[in-house]
C-alpha cells in the first residue's frame, strides 16, 4: 500500500488543522493505521493510531482531547483532526501502516509502510 500524507501548514497556537493520509494499491481498513512525528534531532514519536478492524483508537497523552484520528473507507483515507494546537506540536508528521498481527500500535517498528510526512508548524 502507498500512503500520501498532507495537510500541514503553518496555524497560529489554538487553531486547527486537518491532516489526511490517502491510500493506494490496497484498502486501507485492512491495515491498522497510526500517525507519528518528528522534529529534528529526535526519534519519531506516537501520536495516534486507529485499528483497521473495530476502529478501535489511541493517542499519545499529549495529544488526548485535542487530536482526533478517524477513517473514511469511501475514500480510502485517515484523517487527524488536529485542534487547539501548540507550539510544541510544531513537526513532521508521518502516517504509517500495518498488519493486524500486531497489537502494538505505539512502535515505528510495527509498521510496514510509510507516507512521506508533512509539516506543521504551530506559531506561539
Known amino acids: 500500500v502507498q500512503l500520501q500524507a498532507s495537510g500541514g501548514g503553518l496555524v497560529q497556537a489554538g487553531g486547527s488543522l486537518r491532516l489526511s493520509c490517502a491510500a493506494s494499491?490496497?484498502?486501507?481498513?485492512?491495515?491498522?493505521v497510526g500517525w507519528f512525528r518528528q522534529t529534528p534531532g529526535k526519534e519519531r514519536d506516537f501520536v495516534a493510531a486507529?485499528?483497521?478492524?473495530?476502529?478501535?483508537?489511541y493517542y499519545a497523552d499529549s495529544v488526548k482531547g485535542r487530536l482526533t484520528i478517524s477513517r473514511d473507507s469511501a475514500k480510502n483515507t485517515v484523517y487527524m483532526q488536529m485542534n487547539s494546537l501548540k507550539p510544541e506540536d510544531t513537526a513532521v508528521y508521518y502516517c504509517?501502516?500495518?498488519?493486524?498481527?500486531?497489537?502494538?500500535?505505539?512502535?515505528?517498528?510495527?509498521?510496514?509502510?510509510w507516507g512521506q510526512g508533512t509539516l506543521v508548524t504551530v506559531s506561539s
Open positions: 486507529i485499528g483497521g478492524s473495530a476502529g478501535t483508537t
Open positions: 504509517a501502516a500495518k498488519r493486524w498481527y500486531s497489537s502494538n500500535y505505539y512502535s515505528t517498528a510495527v509498521y510496514d509502510y
Open positions: 494499491g490496497r484498502t486501507l481498513s485492512m491495515y491498522d
